[in-house]
Structure formats: structure tokens, C-alpha cells
């Protein structure tokens, strides 16, 4: 069965408030298209089936490289396309081009992975179940259903890390992680949220993403992009009306590259019953650039107790992998 | 000689800021993704040839009915393609269709021509030659330079109205024009403008919606939304810096609409040298709804003096012009 | 000498995003709002003069009541008048207006008085001299001279309070300073700045609102408005590309009402020479609705150290001499 309107595109000019001060778009605005063009066609999708109407929700988004900058006055061209449905679940592939109108050169900067869940506009608890899409092979199929269960898996073995808290440090020394450590508060408003009333994913990945930048800048004090964001589950829902908090630290140092962990807290300020919760933690690398856009060393992480040297040792480990795994890919595709 | 990318489609989902209270998306939203589309694929199409880099800038907007409303939640589909090139000027028609991604349902809300000149980034007032573009028959081209000497033609003719000017009215009676007429003023920035630094010509429009709403409401004290724009020429540039002042009084009401006329001023505060100067001005119709968004009766205008009389009589002329034009245009298609 | 345009109007419509989720539209927009039509009209008188071009920069706002709530779909007016210059200063009077436009009803919500200094844009350490107004009596003239020298008095007389720091308190006791004190960072980004490039007094007052009402809403978890904000002095200017860290922290709370202390530092990530600095301090006060808007008590404010007891007084201090002088002015009107 052919689903019509399984592909989608999107874009839009980028403008000043979308870039740092140099010109190099926020990763977080590239999160933030990349998860509203996800939105629209899984929801669109979704509602395709009789009963009741629904409006999917993102549950997961795989690990990203930003693989070029983009610029202020680029063109952003986000296409995103369902490429697997299990019964409760939606995978959207997305592609991210910037076209420089002026020379007409095209790059793409990202490809994402994300997963939607959708549910009930009269049962927000209720999870309906997803459209079946035709494959064009059955290895294709097959391809979607292991991706599936490795994301199953992955989520299944994630903790909520919810004992974790970052700790303020008083007149902390340069480079330590008390050095760089920082946090935000968001009052959740109209604009962010989907027609149930709960932030879009989106916006969330925006938030994370400036406190990780902040971090890194206040680390290096030079001009810094963001380079790839590790697999986010989003464990818990963030209704209208909360305050949200995003901390982020930084975990590791390369010589090169900088991660910064990120924890984002919602507070239901009126309902008294319900206190702050964990609703979304993630891993986001940097790297810092010269005038020239070319990669400078970083300032290497100063580890003050075991905990932040056990940090450390499992932000090595990530970077390890996925070095690994980009000279796999890389060698694949020669 | 085939010209690649001459069509582009921008799509957006509608947000709470992007509408009223009841949630109809503001007509000055539409105009703005309108004007963008525009803007991307003239100035994309205008730097195809070596020379200068430019930027495209909004010369005039035909006349546009809102066919249909739109509502918060609903996916804004913006398709423009361009239809006519003269040695300067580049004509971009554009199509809006508002889709509801739980029902599937899709309306074509606005079909619009805009008209773009290119300028040069490096000299903002030479003005660059326009790459030609093929067209698939004879009679497309004829078509097409027919409609550029007709809009010419209307541009020649068109007067900056430079003497006009709102005066305020202390306590006006209730429905006369001094009671509804409305101003408000916004300062240029950054993210209002083009590369050049300019006004993008959809964030004027935008501001003009908003005034125009504004007189409306306060005339018949109800919901309304806009019906139609009239053809809008942009004399002037607006520069980044500027306060804009846009003010709107009514000139006409007939039995279920309103016209409202707009001005436009632009104040460069800190260059001492050029002083406030006319940059637009516009008709705008709205009609009044009731809450199952049927159309309500408007209050009559009540005229005051001899120029009133003679802008309600001017825009009667405008009203049964644009009717019979309608009137026309549905026996044609029939 | 007369000088035309000493007068400027400025009116938008509330959005849902200006207002919290109950629809008051949030003090720090109002602000933001009064800020802008200040700055606007002083930036154009001080531009009336030849030599250098020149921005103004707001330098101190004087304490302020918010007399009457404001509401999504209303049209804020805000009227600016310069009422006094100095050498280097223009005084500005604002007064807000809020119109329903369905039922015509007007009320004044806020009268703000603010100082203002222009710098040149040449040389942004340059002062420029104040074109002097005309007065229409010398008593006109004599009244202004009073403010001024009291204003100049009180600013000389304020400490930057540069010691004073929020220190975080893992898990605090309810109503404990500790519980509710908040702080955000803001990355300051193109649109939050002048054309000198550095942060508009509006934009600082609006994180400081929003902080102050997320310590006040965490305090009593209800819906919370800003009733008024003190005197607020900016001592030194916010570059971009600055990090704005913004705290606050309750400080005294009678029956109805809640005093928050807030703090704004300002931290330029790149610069490595120059550190992280106090830019403003101010105290904000909020009342708590119930869900017919009336006035609700507020819980008593724990204390547990003399610094907390110390600072509690001085709130106490503040809000009987604000109370006496409502009183006398109450006493005065009749």
C-alpha cells in the first residue's frame, strides 16, 4: 500500500538570530528544522488511518555529524522521509542542504535519524497505532527492522541518569569542569509547543544545544561550532507552562574536540504535586575554529576527583567509537 | 536554455504568534512566507549569470485575495516559480496551500505575482541584467510581457501619495474614520533585512497587515481577518536602523467589508541629512466573522468631511472594479 | 529653540508569547516595549544637532508601578515625551495604554520615567551633547533640574553590589530563599543589540522580569503578575556575543506581595583580558492571582542566616516607604 506524502521538504532562509556573531548557524537551529520537518510528516503520516486524530511525538534522535557549516543569507533545504513503521513507531531520515543563492554552491551539512511515537489529541496517553508503509525490496524492510531493534535496545539500556546533578562550584580554576559548567532556564511559551501542549523536540535540542555552546565557549574563548550530537532519548514529556532547566559540563577533551553533557529538568511551577523531573539528557561535541574557519587545539580538561576522571574515561571511549566508526564508513564509501 | 531551480517550495507549520486569539493565521504571515519564496528564487535565479553577486529586492505585489482562512497548526505549503523575465525586473508567481495534517484536508489559500529587481552587492544601486529564462511556448513569453507592460504602466501612474498624512482626532465620534485610525512604529532589525542590509519587502507587508487588523477590529469590534490586498508598489528602500512608521485609517466600507489604506514612513534616526520619507502605501480589505466564521455585517463608515467623502467614493470605484473582475474571472472558469 | 518630534508614539498588538499561560501579558514585555519608544525618541533628538551621529543608551530607569494587568489580543500604546535635558542626559516620560479593541475599553497600566545618554557612533567612549528642549514655563523647566539632581544623587549613592553573589544550596527546604532563587544565561545575539552593538536596556529588563517571575511563581506556585520594579541603574554596558548570566533571589515578602533582588553579570566569552562583570541589580515586586485575578496571600518567607534577616529588613524598608508614598499621592489626587 503506496502512502501518499511520505516525503517532505522544507526550508527557509537563514537570518542573523539563526547564527553566532562570526555567521556560522547555530547546530540548534539545524536541530530545530531537522525535528519540524520530522513532526509534520509523521503526524501527516499517522493520520492517514481512521480513529482518532494524533500528532506524533519525537522519542529519539540518532547520532549527528554537522559535516559543514552554514551561513547567515544560506538557504537551508530540509527533506525528510519515513523509512520504516513498526506498530508504534515512526523512522524519519532527514537531509540537510545549504545553498549559497549567490554562487549556487550546495552542500549537504546533516543527515538524521529520528523516531516518532504518535498519540492521541483526545487520550494524550493513549499511543495509536502507525500506518504500515510499502517497501520498495523486502531487504529494505529488513534493513528498517534492525535499525528498529537497535534502537529499541540502545533505549532500553540508556539510563535516566536522574541521580545525576551538576554541582555550582565556587571561584572554580581555569580549564576544570567547574570552569565551564553552565545552565539555563526557559518559561515554557505558546510558540513551543505542539497542538497537545507539550514542547516540540525541537525546541528542547535548540535549548541543549546553546547551553553546550556556551560551555565550550567559555572554555576555549574562541569561536566554536557545534560537530555532532550523540543519540538524545526523550524519556519524558514537558507540558506548557513548566520551567525548564539545561545544564551542561564538559566530559571530555580531545585534542581537538570538546563533549559537553547535557541534563534538561522540568519544574511544573502550578502543580504542586508533581515535582522537577529529568526529561532529556544528551552528549554534544565541539570543535573550535580559528579566523579562518580552520580547526585550533583545545585546551586540554582539567580533572579535579575520580568522578570526573571516570567521566572522562567513558567520553574517551564515545569518541574512540565513533572515530572508529567514521574511518569504517569512510573506507565503505571509497 | 533550460534554467535549473527557477521553482522552489518553502513550507512551515503555523504557530500561536503567527495568529490571532480565535486562530486564524494573520494574513501579513501569509504575505511574508509569500515574499521570502520570491526572494529566494529571483535572487537564485539573478546570480546564475558571472558578474556582480546580487540580491533580488521586492518591487511590487499584484493584487492577492485571501481565498480561504488558515488556522494555528496547519502546514503552510508556498510553491513559486518564475513565470517572466524583462531586461531588469523578474516576475515570481507563487501559490499558497494551507494543509491540515491530521484531516489531510488541502486548500489553496493565496495565489500571488511579485515582482523582483535585482541589485548588486557590491554597488546597492546598479541594478543587474536579468538572466533570460526559456519559456514552453511563444505565447507563455507574449503572456508574460503583456503583463509586464500592464503592471509598468500601473507603476508610471502611481503616485507616492507623499501629501497624505494620518492627523490624530481627539475623542472621535464611534465609527468615523478618526475613531479606528491606527499607527505603530517598529525599529529595523538585524533580522528584518537583506544581505544589502534592506527591509526584506515581506516584513513590510507584515507590519501593514498588522496596523490594517488593527483598524479593522477597532471598527466593528470583532473578529476579522483579511480578504484582499491590492496591488502594493515598494517606491522606496527602507534601510537597517530606520523606524518605520505605518499608519492606517478606513476609506471605505460596503455591506460585508472594509478598505483600509496603509502608509509606510521610514526615519533614518541617525543620518541628520535625509530626513522621514514615504517608502509604501496600500489598500487592504477585510471582513468581519462571526464565531462559527460566517461573515457579519460592517458597521457603515461615517464620513466626516469632503476628502473622506471623496476616498470612500474612490475606493466604491476600487470595489466594484475588483468585483466584477471576480465576477469575470468565475464565468471564465466555469 | 523648539525641536519638532519630541514626541513619539509606538503601539503593537500583544501576542501569545508576550504573556504567561494565563494571558497576562508579562511585565518584562512592557518594559521592553517602554524601553524601545524611549530610546527611539531620544536617539532622534540627540541626532538633531551636526557633528557626530550618535545612539542613545538607556542609563537608568526610576521605580515603576504596574497599575492594571494587560492581555493577549490587546493593543499596548506606549507615548514617549522628552520632559528634561541636561549636558549629557535627556529625560523621557512614557506612559502605557491598554486597549481592547472588541470592547474599546482603555486603561493606563504603566508610567515610566527613563534616563537617557547618547554615545557617539564614531567613538562609542565619546558623550555627545543634549540639543536643550524648549519648556513651556520656567517652573516647567526648574521641576525637571529637581528630578534630575535627585536622580544623580540616587545613582552616585548606589553601590554595584559587585560582592554580592547567589550561592546555589542543594536540596532546599520550601519556602527557604535557597527554594526558589533562579538564574538564566542568555547568549546575546544580533537582534538583542543597537547599532553600536551593545545590548538594549529593554532586552536586559526582559530577562530580568522573567527571572524574577520564575523565583516568585517557584516560591508560591500560583499564576504570579510584576506589580513593580525599583529604581534600576545601568552601570555599565553589555557587548555582543556576551554571555548574560541573570539571578535572582527572594529578598522579603509581606501579606500580599513578594520583593525579588536580580542580578545581571555579563561575561565576554572571546575577550580573555576582560572578566565577567556586574552590569545592573534591581529589586522587582510580584502579587500572586487567583483564577479570577484577585489577589491572593503569599506564604512567609523562611529565613535561616542574618544576611537573609538583614536583607529581609531592608525589603521591609523599601515596601513601607513605597506604601507611604502611594499613600500621599493617593491623598494628593483627591
New interface residues.
Given amino acids: 500500500m503506496l502512502v501518499l506524502?511520505s516525503h517532505?521538504?522544507?526550508?527557509?532562509?537563514m537570518?542573523?538570530?539563526d547564527a553566532?556573531?562570526v555567521g556560522n548557524v547555530h547546530g540548534g537551529t539545524i536541530l530545530k528544522m531537522i525535528e519540524?520537518a520530522g513532526?509534520?510528516i509523521s503526524?501527516?503520516h499517522c493520520?492517514?488511518q481512521s480513529g482518532d486524530?494524533?500528532?506524533a511525538a519525537l522519542a529519539r534522535v540518532e547520532r549527528t555529524d554537522f559535516l559543514h557549516p552554514m551561513f547567515?543569507?544560506e538557504?537551508a533545504h530540509v527533506s525528510a522521509e519515513i523509512t520504516y513503521t513498526s506498530k508504534h513507531s515512526v523512522e524519519v531520515q532527514v537531509i540537510v542542504l545549504a545553498?549559497n543563492?549567490?554562487?549556487?554552491a550546495k552542500k549537504v551539512t546533516n543527515k538524521a535519524t529520528l523516531w516518532y511515537v504518535p498519540f492521541s489529541?483526545q487520550n494524550v496517553d493513549k499511543i495509536i497505532e502507525v500506518p504500515v508503509i510499502e517497501y520498495s525490496s523486502v531487504e529494505q524492510e529488513e534493513e528498517g527492522k534492525k535499525r528498529y531493534d537497535a534502537q529499541k535496545m540502545e533505549r532500553l539500556e540508556t539510563k535516566e541518569r536522574n541521580g545525576e546533578i551538576i554541582?555550582?562550584v565556587?571561584s572554580p580554576e581555569a580549564y576544570t569542569v567547574g570552569f565551564s559548567q553552565?545552565?539555563?532556564?526557559?518559561?515554557v511559551?505558546?510558540?513551543d509547543c505542539t497542538?497537545h501542549g507539550f514542547v516540540h523536540g525541537g525546541v528542547t535540542m535548540k535549548l541543549m544545544d546553546?547551553?553546550a555552546?556556551?560551555v565550550a565557549?567559555?572554555h576555549c574563548?574562541?569561536?566554536i561550532v557545534t560537530a555532532s550530537v550523540d543519540a538524545i532519548n526523550f524519556h519524558r514529556k514537558i507540558k506548557?507552562?513548566c520551567?525548564v532547566s539545561v545544564s551542561g559540563r564538559m566530559t571530555f577533551t580531545s585534542n581537538k574536540s570538546m563533549e559537553i553533557e547535557v541534563f534538561v529538568d522540568a519544574?511544573p511551577?502550578?502543580e504542586?504535586a508533581r515535582g522537577k523531573y529529568r526529561a532529556v539528557t544528551a552528549f554534544f561535541t565541539y570543535i573550535s575554529l580559528d579566523k579562518e574557519g580552520k580547526p585550533l587545539s583545545v585546551p586540554p580538561l582539567k580533572l579535579e576527583n575520580e568522578e570526573e576522571k571516570k567521566r572522562f574515561e567513558e567520553g574517551k571511549v564515545r569518541y574512540l567509537q565513533n572515530k572508529a566508526k567514521r574511518q569504517a564508513e569512510k573506507e565503505r564509501q571509497q
Fill in positions: 506524502g517532505h521538504q522544507l526550508s527557509r532562509i537570518r542573523p538570530d553566532n556573531i519540524e513532526g509534520i503526524t501527516r493520520n492517514t486524530r494524533c500528532v547567515i543569507g538557504v545553498e543563492i549567490l554562487t549556487g489529541l554541582n555550582p565556587v553552565s545552565s539555563l532556564i526557559h518559561l511559551g505558546p510558540s497542538l546553546e547551553v555552546g556556551i565557549a567559555r574563548k574562541t569561536n506548557k507552562g520551567v519544574d511551577l502550578v504542586a
